[in-house]
């Protein structure tokens, strides 16, 4: 998985994607405190979508996300991947 261009327009699935991954925080920037963007982390839903569609384990998925923020990023793995890993998949469930 690698970040792409963040979609224009959301539907109501990436929507979801993005509220998870806001929650998740894998680099801290909503922790922080207000005034980031929700749309801070929408270089990553068509990536996670493509990735729901090929049907990955929990595990599988877990890496990716950790893979993305370690390369892509260039930051350490952040902590909850499995978690969110976990919450993404429950969006196809």
Do not use: K
């Not at 539907?11 to 509220?19: I, M, P």
């Not at 922080?32 to 569609?53: K, N, T, V």
């Not at 390369?71 to 499995?82: E, K, M, N, Q, S």
């Amino acid at each position: 998985m690698q970040t792409s261009s963040p979609p224009r327009s959301l539907s109501r699935e990436a929507l979801r994607v993005r509220a998870v991954l806001n929650a998740w925080d894998p680099i801290g920037v909503h922790h922080i405190g207000r005034g980031w963007p929700d749309d801070e982390y929408d270089d990553l839903i068509l990536p996670i979508l493509e990735a729901l569609d090929a049907g990955p384990t929990l595990d599988e998925l877990a890496h990716d996300l950790r893979g993305v923020v370690e390369i892509d990023y260039g930051l350490p793995a952040p902590d909850g991947c499995r978690e969110a890993a976990d919450a993404l998949l429950e969006l196809r469930r």
